[in-house]
């Protein structure tokens, strides 16, 4: 319903269709010309994205330029109807620093890094649950280089509850994966 109010607007509602249609968004293409501006408030920018998120059923990341704004928006979501799951609601968190190296990131920020990559990589293997989430990041949180798709997919290992393993196969496939024997995990 939410979405069929917002696209009223004719730039909106040729973004709206050409999504449906899995088409290219209109003036998204590379060209000289800049491309369509949807002319949307700030107030309206996080409910379109919920709007397009929830009609669509697919991923939608919405980018901010300041964390701040990030955190207002996760909070208003939350003060939302129950029709917002907020279960599929994932944060893709800046670093301390772009230019540290991920081991000097605190276990939160890689914690939810790495949640918002599985989500997104699970819709590139067959036979995954797809997650349709709303991504909210920043400019920022994109600054730093990521693992190229293919080879986070190679690397991703799925553990069950009360799955049987053998200790050793694991220890090898985590050494060669880059993973390091400790004494003591933290």
Avoid: C
């Amino acid at each position: 319903m939410l979405l069929s109010l917002l696209t009223a607007s004719l730039p909106l509602r040729a973004v709206a269709e050409a999504l449906r249609a899995g088409a290219p968004i209109p003036g998204a293409v590379e060209s000289p010309v800049a491309p369509p501006n949807l002319a949307l408030p700030r107030a309206a920018r996080l409910p379109v994205a919920v709007a397009l998120w929830q009609a669509l059923g697919v991923p939608v990341v919405w980018l901010t330029h300041r964390a701040d704004y990030l955190l207002l928006a996760r909070r208003e979501l939350g003060l939302w109807p129950s029709e917002t799951n907020t279960a599929n609601l994932l944060t893709f968190p800046e670093p301390p620093s772009p230019f540290d190296p991920p081991e000097q990131w605190d276990e939160r920020t890689r914690t939810e890094r790495l949640q918002v990559l599985s989500a997104l990589a699970a819709h590139f293997v067959p036979a995954a649950a797809r997650q349709t989430s709303l991504i909210l990041t920043t400019a920022r949180a994109l600054l730093p280089p990521l693992l190229p798709r293919r080879a986070f997919l190679k690397a991703a290992r799925r553990l069950k509850p009360g799955q049987r393993l053998n200790p050793t196969a694991l220890a090898r496939d985590l050494v060669a994966l880059g993973y390091e024997p400790v004494t003591t995990v933290t």
